[in-house]
Protein backbone atom coordinates (compact mmCIF):
# COMPACT_ATOMS: atom_id res chain seq x y z
CA UNK A 1 0.00 0.00 0.00
CA UNK A 2 1.34 3.64 -1.24
CA UNK A 3 0.42 5.44 2.62
CA UNK A 4 2.42 8.27 1.16
CA UNK A 5 -0.04 8.62 -1.87
CA UNK A 6 -3.11 8.05 0.29
CA UNK A 7 -2.15 10.69 3.02
CA UNK A 8 -1.71 13.00 0.07
CA UNK A 9 -5.22 12.45 -1.31
CA UNK A 10 -6.26 12.68 2.19
CA UNK A 11 -4.71 15.73 3.23
CA UNK A 12 -6.11 17.40 0.13
CA UNK A 13 -9.50 16.41 0.22
CA UNK A 14 -8.93 14.52 -3.40
CA UNK A 15 -11.45 11.95 -3.92
CA UNK A 16 -10.86 8.52 -5.67
CA UNK A 17 -12.09 4.93 -6.35
CA UNK A 18 -9.95 2.04 -4.99
CA UNK A 19 -10.31 -0.59 -7.23
CA UNK A 20 -9.33 -3.68 -4.80
CA UNK A 21 -8.44 -7.03 -6.33
CA UNK A 22 -10.09 -9.94 -4.85
CA UNK A 23 -6.15 -11.43 -4.45
CA UNK A 24 -5.09 -7.78 -3.04
CA UNK A 25 -8.45 -8.23 -0.85
CA UNK A 26 -7.30 -11.43 0.97
CA UNK A 27 -3.40 -10.49 1.43
CA UNK A 28 -4.21 -6.58 3.03
CA UNK A 29 -7.23 -7.26 5.07
CA UNK A 30 -6.58 -3.75 7.24
CA UNK A 31 -5.24 -1.40 4.68
CA UNK A 32 -8.70 -2.57 2.33
CA UNK A 33 -10.78 -2.08 5.95
CA UNK A 34 -9.07 1.78 6.31
CA UNK A 35 -10.13 2.32 2.66
CA UNK A 36 -13.47 1.19 3.05
CA UNK A 37 -14.02 3.58 6.22
CA UNK A 38 -12.55 6.52 4.97
CA UNK A 39 -15.54 8.90 4.04
CA UNK A 40 -13.43 10.33 1.02
CA UNK A 41 -12.93 7.45 -1.28
CA UNK A 42 -15.28 4.48 -2.91
CA UNK A 43 -14.30 1.17 -3.17
CA UNK A 44 -14.43 -0.49 -6.56
CA UNK A 45 -14.53 -3.90 -8.00
CA UNK A 46 -11.09 -5.13 -9.85
CA UNK A 47 -12.10 -8.60 -10.36
CA UNK A 48 -11.39 -12.05 -8.39
CA UNK A 49 -7.98 -13.52 -10.51
CA UNK A 50 -7.25 -10.32 -12.57
CA UNK A 51 -8.32 -11.73 -15.69
CA UNK A 52 -9.64 -9.71 -19.08
CA UNK A 53 -13.38 -10.24 -18.95
CA UNK A 54 -14.49 -12.18 -22.25
CA UNK A 55 -17.27 -15.13 -23.00
CA UNK A 56 -13.89 -16.38 -25.25
CA UNK A 57 -11.05 -16.46 -23.40
CA UNK A 58 -9.59 -13.64 -25.65
CA UNK A 59 -6.85 -12.23 -23.23
CA UNK A 60 -5.06 -8.96 -23.51
CA UNK A 61 -1.12 -8.07 -22.77
CA UNK A 62 -0.09 -11.90 -22.71
CA UNK A 63 -2.79 -12.67 -19.77
CA UNK A 64 -6.03 -15.11 -20.69
CA UNK A 65 -9.14 -13.82 -20.62
CA UNK A 66 -12.15 -15.75 -18.88
CA UNK A 67 -13.53 -18.38 -21.25
CA UNK A 68 -17.66 -18.08 -20.65
CA UNK A 69 -20.44 -16.20 -19.27
CA UNK A 70 -19.83 -18.67 -16.04
CA UNK A 71 -15.95 -17.76 -15.66
CA UNK A 72 -17.39 -13.97 -16.39
CA UNK A 73 -20.02 -14.56 -12.89
CA UNK A 74 -16.97 -15.86 -10.72
CA UNK A 75 -14.77 -12.82 -11.94
CA UNK A 76 -17.30 -10.74 -11.32
CA UNK A 77 -19.22 -11.90 -8.07
CA UNK A 78 -16.46 -13.83 -5.89
CA UNK A 79 -14.78 -11.15 -5.78
CA UNK A 80 -18.06 -8.71 -5.34
CA UNK A 81 -19.43 -10.57 -2.14
CA UNK A 82 -15.83 -10.24 -0.34
CA UNK A 83 -16.45 -6.49 -1.04
CA UNK A 84 -19.88 -6.18 0.08
CA UNK A 85 -19.05 -8.05 3.14
CA UNK A 86 -16.13 -4.77 3.82
CA UNK A 87 -18.26 -2.20 2.87
CA UNK A 88 -21.69 -3.02 3.49
CA UNK A 89 -22.91 -2.04 0.14
CA UNK A 90 -22.55 -3.27 -3.59
CA UNK A 91 -20.14 -1.30 -5.63
CA UNK A 92 -21.00 0.92 -8.03
CA UNK A 93 -18.23 0.51 -10.77
CA UNK A 94 -16.28 -2.63 -12.12
CA UNK A 95 -12.98 -2.48 -13.69
CA UNK A 96 -11.40 -6.00 -15.39
CA UNK A 97 -7.90 -6.85 -15.18
CA UNK A 98 -5.81 -5.53 -17.72
CA UNK A 99 -9.25 -2.95 -18.67
CA UNK A 100 -10.14 -5.30 -21.49
CA UNK A 101 -13.92 -6.63 -22.01
CA UNK A 102 -15.83 -8.56 -24.86
CA UNK A 103 -19.39 -6.61 -25.56
CA UNK A 104 -20.82 -9.71 -23.83
CA UNK A 105 -18.94 -9.40 -20.70
CA UNK A 106 -20.10 -5.61 -20.56
CA UNK A 107 -23.78 -7.05 -20.71
CA UNK A 108 -22.99 -9.47 -17.95
CA UNK A 109 -21.37 -7.24 -15.66
CA UNK A 110 -24.43 -4.31 -16.28
CA UNK A 111 -26.73 -6.93 -15.39
CA UNK A 112 -24.93 -7.82 -12.44
CA UNK A 113 -25.81 -4.42 -11.10
CA UNK A 114 -22.18 -3.07 -12.28
CA UNK A 115 -20.62 -0.59 -14.16
CA UNK A 116 -18.04 -1.02 -16.55
CA UNK A 117 -15.84 1.62 -16.05
CA UNK A 118 -12.15 2.29 -17.54
CA UNK A 119 -10.14 5.59 -17.94
CA UNK A 120 -9.08 8.38 -20.13
CA UNK A 121 -5.76 8.96 -18.20
CA UNK A 122 -2.89 6.53 -17.84
CA UNK A 123 -1.62 8.45 -14.75
CA UNK A 124 1.57 6.15 -14.08
CA UNK A 125 2.01 3.44 -16.26
CA UNK A 126 0.89 0.51 -14.42
CA UNK A 127 3.36 1.80 -11.65
CA UNK A 128 5.67 2.33 -14.26
CA UNK A 129 6.84 5.87 -15.27
CA UNK A 130 9.06 8.41 -12.89
CA UNK A 131 7.64 10.88 -10.89
CA UNK A 132 8.20 13.53 -13.89
CA UNK A 133 5.98 11.90 -16.28
CA UNK A 134 3.06 10.74 -13.65
CA UNK A 135 3.29 14.62 -12.78
CA UNK A 136 2.70 15.55 -16.98
CA UNK A 137 0.15 12.64 -17.75
CA UNK A 138 -1.46 13.48 -14.00
CA UNK A 139 -1.59 17.67 -14.75
CA UNK A 140 -2.93 17.40 -18.33
CA UNK A 141 -6.12 16.23 -16.97
CA UNK A 142 -9.43 18.20 -17.80
CA UNK A 143 -13.48 18.42 -17.26
CA UNK A 144 -14.61 14.60 -17.23
CA UNK A 145 -11.16 12.70 -18.33
CA UNK A 146 -11.01 10.03 -15.49
CA UNK A 147 -7.29 9.32 -14.26
CA UNK A 148 -5.94 5.63 -13.54
CA UNK A 149 -3.17 5.28 -11.18
CA UNK A 150 -2.01 2.40 -8.55
CA UNK A 151 -1.68 2.64 -5.28
CA UNK A 152 -0.07 -0.65 -4.52
CA UNK A 153 3.27 0.22 -5.67
CA UNK A 154 4.84 2.66 -3.10
CA UNK A 155 8.66 2.73 -4.54
CA UNK A 156 7.06 4.05 -7.89
CA UNK A 157 7.03 7.41 -8.98
CA UNK A 158 2.95 7.62 -8.57
CA UNK A 159 2.86 9.08 -5.26
CA UNK A 160 5.41 11.93 -6.38
CA UNK A 161 3.63 12.75 -9.72
CA UNK A 162 -0.08 12.89 -8.17
CA UNK A 163 1.49 15.00 -5.75
CA UNK A 164 2.88 17.64 -8.21
CA UNK A 165 -0.12 17.50 -10.37
CA UNK A 166 -2.88 18.35 -7.75
CA UNK A 167 -1.69 21.94 -7.49
CA UNK A 168 -1.05 22.30 -11.32
CA UNK A 169 -4.70 20.90 -11.87
CA UNK A 170 -6.30 23.59 -9.21
CA UNK A 171 -4.08 26.68 -10.43
CA UNK A 172 -5.76 24.88 -14.26
CA UNK A 173 -9.42 25.80 -12.06
CA UNK A 174 -9.51 21.93 -12.48
CA UNK A 175 -11.37 19.80 -9.23
CA UNK A 176 -11.27 16.33 -9.31
CA UNK A 177 -14.33 14.72 -7.97
CA UNK A 178 -15.68 11.10 -7.64
CA UNK A 179 -17.06 8.98 -10.27
CA UNK A 180 -20.71 10.01 -11.21
CA UNK A 181 -23.90 8.18 -10.31
CA UNK A 182 -24.90 6.10 -12.35
ZN1 LIG B 1 -5.16 -4.26 -12.19
Redesign the pocket.
Known sequence: MDQVLIDFLQQTGTPATF?L?FRWLQANPGPAKALAQNPLFEIGN??TR?RPLSVSGRGAYGIPGTASPAEVYDEVMVNEDALRSLTGKPSRYF?S???YLDDVAVRIVRALGLVPVSFSINGDG?ATFPAAVVFREVAAARTRDIVIA?ANHPTAGTADGVARALPALSSAGITPVPLPST
Open positions: FNHGHRGTAGH
